[in-house]
C-alpha cells in the first residue's frame, strides 16, 4: 500500500537497497542535503558502505533484517531494479518504497515493459514472447533477423541476452538465456543510441537532463555524451517519452528511458528499447555538468522536496573506468578538465565498473 | 618524525581529527576520489559520523583510541587547528599527520604567529604579548585604541577576544579572556575582509583559489562572495601572501588566511590577521563554482596526488546558514541559482553553523 507521498525534513533517513556505485553516490547525495541513510545489501564489500555510518548486511529474504531497516527509515528507494519483489511486498506496509510498485513491476518484465511502452504510443523494436525452443522460429517469422532473446526478467548489462544472426542459432540462443522465459524482440539497426533521465516529483513535476548520446561495448556501457548529435527536435521527442511514461507510473524519483535512434535527418525516429526506474549511468555527467546531479535530484524527489534545475553548464563526456581502466586513475587527477569519481571497490575484475571519469568542455551552441 | 610523502592508491583510509561539518565534508570528498576515512572525535552526535563506516568515539587524549586510529589509517589530517598538541605528537611516529608540526604549531599560537608572519615580511597589526592584567596599558601605548585582546591560544569564532575602546576597560578584557596569556593587537580599521584559500601539495605546486571577500556579524563568517571588490593586484598580493606562507611552512594540504584590506584605491594594503592550516568557511563556494573544491583538493594535497584547477565558473554568494537561519531550507531548495548545503546536525543552537548556501551567477569580467 503506497502512503501519500510526504515532505521529509532534514536529518530523516533514506533507506537504501542495493550498496554498490549507484547506491554509493545516491548516499553521497543524501548527505549534502543533510539527510541520513541506510544501506541495505547482502555484499559485506558493498561501496555504498563506506559513506554511511547504518549499514544492513542482510538477505533481501531476512524479513528481521528488513524490519529493523524499514523501522529506521522514512522513506524506503534502490538502487536497482531487480529487487525481489517479495521483498518490496514485505517493506510497503511498513514505509513508502520508492519509485513505486507499478514502476518496478514493469521494469522486470521485458514483456510488461515492452505493452506498457506501446500502449502509450510509444515505438518499440516488433518483439515476440518466447516460452520454449519451439517458439523462437515462428518469433523469428515476426521479428526478422538478426533478432535478439532476452530473458524476460533480471537481465542487466547484456546478461541474458543472445543476438540470432540466423535461425539456426535457435538452440544455441535458448541455451544461453538458460532456457528462461523470454522475449524475441527485432535488432534494431540503430544509428546512435541515446537516453533520456528525468525526474518527477512528489508533486507531478517533471524535470529531464539533456539526452546523453551513449555508447555501449560487450553490451556495457563506455561513453556518454552530451549533447548528443541528434537534432533539437529529437531531443524534445525523447524528453517527451520521459514524460509520458513517468506520468502513466505516476512516478518519484528519477527514472532513465533508452531510446535507439533510427534512419538519418528528417527520416530520424525514436524507439524505446527500456526503462531504468532508478539513476542510470548515462547520467552521470550531470554530478560534474549540472548545479544538481541525478543522484540530488533523484533524492529531492523522494524526499517530497522541490526538483532542482536540470540545466548543463558544460558540454561533458563521460567515460566508465570498467575494469583495468581503472589503473590509470594518476593521469586522469592530472587532466585539469577530467573530474574523477572512484567508487572504492575493493577487487577489479574484468567488466567490473570501477569509477568514471567526465570531461567537460565549454557549453556549445545548439546540440 | 614525518615521514617523507607518498602517494595513496584509492581505497587507501584518510584519518580524520574532528567530527564537525568541515571533517564530514572533507570525508564525502575523500569517498567521491575512492578513499576511505576513520573520523576521530569525543562527540558521538558528530555530524562527520554518518558519512562514513569508521568511526572513534574518544578523548583526544586516549591512547588505546588513537593506536587502533593510526594503524587503521594511511595518513592522518585534521579539520581545526586546536587538535591538542599531546595528540598529535602521539600520533606522528606512527603515521604521517598533514598539514604538518610547525604549521599546527605556529596556528596555536597567536604571538607566534604573528612574528612568524612578520618575518616573512607580511604585515601584521602592532601587538604586544600580554601576560597579566599590569602588561595591557603599557601594551596599548603601543597598540593604540581602540585594540583587541586575545587569548595566545585556542580561539576561534571571535570567542576569547575582548574589544578594548577605553583604556579603562582593561580589567573587563582580562576577565573576558579568562586571565589568560594572550596578544593585545591594534584594531585594524579594515575596509573589508579577504582571505586567501590555497593549496600546496605534496610536490610543492601551489595553487589559490580567487580570493573571497567576507563578512562578519558577532565573529562569525556569515558571508563569502567572489570576486572580492578588490583590485586585481591586491588580489594578486593576496596569492602571493599565500604561497609565501606555504612555502615557508612547507606545507601540504589546503590552508587560509584571513587577511585586512586597509585603505582605499591606490593605497589599498593587505594585513594578515591569521592563518587556518585547514579547509576553511571561505573556501565553501569552492564546492559549486570550481571543478575541484578546497575539500577535494586538500585531499588530493595529503593523498600525495596533483592538486586539481581552481579556476572559478561562476560569480559565487555564500551565506553560512546560522542556527534558525536553516529552517529557510525549503525556501532555498526551490531557489534555482542557490546550492544548498546541510551539515545533518541534530540540534540547532544559536550561533551554530547548519549548513550554508552558494549562489551562483554567470562570471563577471575582471574582479
Known amino acids: 500500500m503506497a502512503r501519500a507521498p510526504r515532505r521529509l525534513s532534514p536529518g530523516a533517513t533514506i533507506g537504501i537497497l542495493g550498496g554498490g556505485q549507484l547506491g554509493r553516490m545516491l548516499a553521497l547525495a543524501a548527505a549534502d542535503l543533510g539527510l541520513r541513510t541506510h544501506v541495505y545489501c547482502p555484499d559485506p564489500d558493498s561501496p555504498a558502505f563506506e559513506v554511511t555510518r547504518r549499514i544492513s548486511i542482510a538477505e533481501y529474504d531476512d524479513e528481521d533484517a528488513l524490519d529493523r531497516f524499514a523501522r529506521e527509515a522514512d522513506v524506503i528507494t534502490y538502487e536497482f531494479e531487480n529487487v525481489p519483489s517479495a521483498t518490496v511486498a514485505f517493506l510497503r506496509p511498513r514505509r513508502p518504497v ?14 510488461k515493459e515492452k505493452t506498457f511502452l506501446r500502449g502509450l504510443g510509444i515505438a518499440v523494436a516488433p518483439f515476440r514472447p518466447v516460452r520454449r525452443l519451439a517458439d523462437i522460429a515462428p518469433a523469428l517469422k515476426e521479428t526478422g533477423l538478426p533478432a535478439v532473446l532476452k530473458t524476460r526478467r533480471l537481465g542487466y548489462d547484456g546478461k ?29 539497426p540503430f544509428t546512435r543510441e541515446i537516453s533520456i533521465v528525468a525526474a518527477r516529483g ?43 511514461i513517468a506520468n502513466a507510473l505516476g512516478y518519484v524519483g528519477v527514472l532513465a528511458v533508452e531510446l535507439f535512434v533510427v534512419g538519418e535527418d528528417s527520416d530520424e525516429q525514436l524507439i524505446a528499447n527500456e526503462i531504468a526506474p532508478r539513476v542510470h549511468n548515462s547520467g552521470h555527467w550531470t554530478m560534474d555538468a549540472c548545479r544538481v546531479s541525478q543522484f540530488e535530484q533523484h533524492i529531492r524527489a523522494i524526499a517530497g522536496w522541490p526538483l532542482g534545475p536540470t540545466a548543463r553548464n558544460a558540454d561533458a563526456v563521460m567515460d566508465n573506468l570498467i575494469g583495468a581502466d581503472v589503473e590509470t586513475w594518476p593521469t586522469l587527477l592530472a587532466e585539469p578538465n ?30
Open 338 to 367: 577530467a573530474a574523477v569519481h572512484l567508487y572504492g571497490k575493493r577487487q577489479t575484475h574484468p567488466g567490473r565498473k570501477m569509477g568514471h571519469v567526465t570531461r567537460l568542455s565549454p557549453l556549445s551552441k545548439g546540440g
Open 160 to 188: 541474458g541476452q543472445y543476438i540470432l544472426r540466423e535461425a539456426s542459432e535457435a538452440r544455441a540462443a535458448w541455451q544461453a538465456v538458460g532456457e528462461a522465459t523470454s522475449v524475441l524482440e527485432a535488432f534494431v
Open 202 to 244: 512528489a508533486d507531478g513535476r517533471f524535470a529531464a537532463y539533456d539526452p546523453p548520446e551513449n555508447l555501449h561495448r560487450d553490451q556495457i556501457l563506455r561513453r556518454s555524451r552530451v549533447p548528443a548529435r541528434i537534432s533539437a527536435d529529437l531531443a524534445a521527442q525523447a524528453e517527451s517519452i520521459g514524460r509520458k
Open 98 to 111: 520508492m519509485p513505486g510498485e507499478n514502476a518496478l513491476d514493469i521494469a522486470q518484465d521485458r514483456r
